[in-house]
């Protein structure tokens, strides 16, 4: 009877072992990508931002100013942060992601 009851409980430990295991990877393999689409989206918007903020200055302050000039670092940063957390950049001129660091520094010059 003993031996019958230790079983038993073996076999229920295993089956919430397994349940939990299972579980614990639908919640990863859901978060997971989520999470990284969460920080592709930040990417682009800080890099949509930046362009936004160039065109700006640009138009009110001149092409040459101190402000542009600023923008065009904030905006060469915006890049940088993507390419270094993803190996890709938005490209906020012909609304598409590169894989290759290949954006023109003088772009907007």
Same mark, same amino acid.
């Given at each position: 009877?003993?031996?019958?009851?230790?079983?038993?409980?073996?076999?229920?430990?295993?089956? #919430?072992?397994? #349940?939990?295991?299972?579980?614990?990877?639908?919640?990863?393999?859901?978060?997971?990508?989520?999470?990284?689409?969460?920080?592709?989206?930040?990417?682009?918007?800080?890099?949509?931002?930046?362009?936004?903020? %160039?065109?700006?200055?640009?138009?009110?302050?001149?092409?040459? #100013?101190?402000?542009?000039?600023?923008?065009?670092?904030? %905006?060469?940063?915006?890049?940088?942060?993507?390419?270094?957390?993803?190996?890709?950049?938005?490209?906020?001129?012909?609304?598409?992601?590169?894989?290759?660091?290949?954006?023109?520094?003088?772009?907007?010059?």
């Amino acid at each position: 009877m003993k031996n019958t009851q230790a079983t038993l409980s073996r076999i229920a430990v295993n089956q #919430s072992l397994l #349940s939990l295991a299972l579980l614990a990877a639908v919640l990863f393999f859901t978060t997971v990508p989520r999470i990284q689409a969460e920080d592709r989206d930040r990417c682009q918007r800080r890099v949509v931002h930046a362009e936004h903020e %160039l065109h700006e200055a640009i138009e009110k302050h001149g092409r040459n #100013s101190k402000r542009a000039n600023h923008e065009r670092r904030e %905006l060469h940063n915006a890049r940088e942060r993507c390419w270094r957390e993803r190996h890709q950049w938005w490209d906020e001129h012909e609304h598409r992601w590169h894989t290759e660091r290949d954006w023109n520094e003088h772009d907007h010059d």
